[in-house]
């Protein structure tokens, strides 16, 4: 449809009124923007009325539903919110379950005012998440975070109240219903974070994108060793460093897709092609001063691959620890604390549960059945983006490559425009054409 079309559609509605012709320009604008329907019948009515008609009709409406019998606080505020669905649309939610100013029914032009205020700060921020969420949902909740925390005090009522608009808003957003018990956790963060020193709202933003993922985890992989949503297992830990946090917006973007249908595997067969070799040489070496016991390392950690490979036992998380000890020549461990990458521009949070994620999600991905080309990009994926170990994370993730190919029979490609190919953290849609460059590189090994 072309916008052409698209102003006819509502030329038509502005001329009949009729709620058909408006539904049919609705739809049409959905089609050509991609927005729900809840933004953008907010739009249009922040549009059409907004703020300044909001603060014109809400005197002159209180007083009428003054002068009813029987009048009380409760029916003022049903007043005030029929009002807001009708000036910001129904993205306009009001919050709940805290107290509010008491109302002078006598004279309501200030009840009005402190009222307005209160909900205009509300339904600005809603927008700002709503523009946010698709690019930055970690970034879109430190936005709500920092909003309760200035509007708001330490007062036990807000506790239930930050829970569900967190759950409307997440709703509102498109997001899958989440864990009831990871949304506690976020309102108890919430709760006990009222005054935000630097990063704190970076913190809780990662504390809601981990209780979503923590969910979908446990619904994925439920024979493992998870620690539940609902505990202060999944509380992150972050640098003071002002970076983006990339974990938690990885582990929603692997865990929305869906492995199972990779591009069609490549008809060659195997060879050695030697390309970590190669890319150690002509790129990690030089990079790292050509250092000779690195090379050395490498090389003995290329050499335990090869052997799991071209052998028959199931690959597990331990087999990828024991490569990093060869890599980092000594024993490898988990890490237990945030790690900074990209210069800096970067963080990977660190929780208690994070070992047991860990292991449980390579251990379920490295034994589930879906093709081999798939799993091989989740696992570098996951090795870059989950940054497991201390150090070596980008050998790491070039070695379980191979590991997974090879045991496959498929030949590893060149890796230099793999390492290089734009796939942002949390991107799903890259990391799908991450996968399929993959395909095409084991096409032209």
Same mark, same amino acid.
């Given at each position: 449809?072309?916008?052409?079309?698209?102003? +006819?559609?509502?030329?038509?509605?502005?001329?009949?009124?009729?709620?058909?012709?408006?539904?049919?320009?609705?739809?049409?604008?959905?089609? *050509?923007?991609?927005?729900? %329907?809840?933004? *953008?019948?907010? !739009?249009?009515?922040?549009?059409?009325?907004?703020? +300044?008609? &909001?603060?014109?009709?809400?005197? #002159?409406?209180?007083?009428?539903?003054?002068?009813?019998?029987?009048?009380?606080?409760?029916?003022?505020?049903?007043?005030?919110?029929?009002?807001?669905?009708? /000036?910001?649309? $129904?993205?306009?939610?009001?919050?709940?379950?805290?107290?509010?100013?008491?109302?002078?029914?006598?004279?309501?032009? $200030?009840?009005?005012?402190?009222?307005?205020? +209160?909900?205009?700060?509300?339904?600005?921020?809603?927008? !700002?998440?709503?523009?946010?969420?698709?690019?930055?949902?970690?970034?879109?909740?430190?936005?709500?975070? %920092?909003?309760?925390? %200035?509007?708001?005090?330490?007062?036990?009522?807000?506790?239930?109240?930050?829970?569900?608009?967190?759950?409307?808003?997440?709703?509102?957003?498109?997001?899958?219903?989440?864990?009831?018990?990871?949304?506690?956790?976020?309102? #108890?963060?919430? &709760?006990?974070?009222?005054?935000?020193?630097?990063?704190?709202?970076?913190?809780?933003?990662?504390?809601?994108? *981990?209780?979503?993922?923590?969910?979908?985890?446990?619904?994925?992989?439920?024979?493992?060793?998870?620690?539940?949503?609902?505990?202060?297992?999944?509380?992150?830990?972050? =640098?003071?460093?002002?970076?983006? %946090? /990339?974990?938690?917006?990885?582990?929603?973007?692997?865990?929305?897709?869906?492995?199972?249908?990779?591009?069609?595997?490549?008809?060659?067969?195997?060879? !050695?092609?030697?390309?970590?070799?190669?890319?150690?040489?002509?790129?990690?070496?030089?990079?790292?001063?050509?250092?000779?016991?690195?090379?050395? @390392? &490498?090389?003995?950690?290329?050499?335990?691959?090869?052997?799991?490979?071209?052998?028959?036992?199931?690959?597990?998380?331990?087999? *990828?620890?024991?490569?990093?000890?060869?890599?980092?020549?000594?024993?490898?461990?988990?890490?237990?604390?945030?790690?900074?990458?990209?210069?800096?521009? #970067?963080?990977?949070?660190?929780? $208690?549960?994070?070992?047991?994620?860990?292991?449980?999600?390579?251990?379920?991905?490295?034994?589930?059945?879906? =093709?081999?080309?798939?799993?091989?990009?989740?696992?570098?994926?996951?090795?870059?983006?989950?940054?497991?170990? +201390?150090?070596?994370?980008?050998?790491?993730?070039?070695? /379980?490559? #191979?590991?997974?190919?090879? @045991?496959?029979?498929?030949?590893?490609?060149?890796?230099?425009?793999?390492?290089? &190919?734009?796939?942002?953290?949390?991107?799903?849609?890259?990391?799908?054409?991450?996968?399929?460059?993959?395909?095409?590189?084991?096409?032209?090994?």
């Amino acid at each position: 449809m072309s916008d052409r079309e698209l102003r +006819e559609l509502e030329r038509r509605w502005r001329e009949s009124g009729s709620p058909e012709d408006r539904q049919r320009w609705l739809l049409a604008r959905q089609r *050509l923007s991609g927005k729900s %329907e809840v933004l *953008l019948l907010t !739009e249009d009515a922040l549009a059409e009325r907004g703020a +300044e008609w &909001f603060r014109a009709q809400l005197p #002159e409406a209180l007083a009428a539903a003054a002068a009813r019998p029987a009048y009380d606080v409760e029916q003022a505020r049903w007043t005030v919110e029929g009002l807001l669905q009708m /000036a910001f649309g $129904p993205i306009a939610l009001s919050p709940s379950g805290y107290d509010r100013p008491q109302l002078d029914l006598s004279d309501p032009l $200030p009840a009005a005012e402190a009222l307005l205020s +209160e909900h205009e700060t509300y339904v600005r921020v809603l927008l !700002e998440l709503v523009e946010r969420w698709p690019q930055d949902p970690s970034g879109a909740l430190a936005v709500l975070a %920092e909003r309760v925390a %200035e509007l708001t005090h330490a007062d036990d009522s807000w506790y239930y109240d930050v829970g569900q608009s967190t759950a409307e808003l997440l709703r509102l957003l498109g997001m899958e219903q989440p864990d009831e018990d990871a949304l506690e956790l976020v309102a #108890e963060f919430a &709760f006990t974070s009222w005054v935000l020193r630097p990063g704190d709202a970076r913190r809780f933003g990662a504390m809601g994108t *981990l209780t979503v993922a923590a969910s979908r985890l446990a619904s994925r992989y439920p024979s493992y060793d998870v620690p539940h949503p609902g505990t202060q297992e999944w509380r992150p830990v972050l =640098p003071e460093a002002l970076a983006r %946090e /990339a974990l938690a917006p990885h582990l929603l973007a692997t865990l929305s897709l869906s492995w199972d249908s990779p591009p069609s595997l490549p008809t060659v067969a195997w060879r !050695e092609t030697a390309a970590l070799e190669a890319y150690q040489q002509r790129f990690d070496g030089p990079a790292h001063g050509d250092d000779p016991l690195r090379a050395q @390392r &490498f090389a003995a950690a290329l050499a335990r691959v090869r052997a799991l490979a071209d052998g028959e036992q199931a690959l597990t998380f331990g087999d *990828l620890v024991a490569i990093q000890g060869d890599v980092l020549g000594e024993p490898a461990t988990v890490r237990t604390a945030p790690a900074l990458a990209k210069e800096g521009a #970067e963080t990977y949070a660190w929780f $208690p549960a994070f070992e047991s994620l860990v292991r449980a999600k390579l251990d379920a991905d490295l034994a589930d059945g879906c =093709p081999p080309l798939a799993k091989a990009a989740r696992l570098y994926l996951d090795l870059i983006y989950l940054h497991p170990f +201390e150090d070596g994370n980008a050998r790491a993730a070039r070695l /379980a490559l #191979e590991l997974v190919l090879r @045991r496959a029979g498929l030949p590893t490609p060149a890796l230099a425009p793999l390492v290089r &190919f734009p796939k942002p953290a949390g991107d799903a849609s890259a990391y799908r054409r991450f996968l399929e460059a993959l395909a095409a590189g084991v096409d032209q090994a």
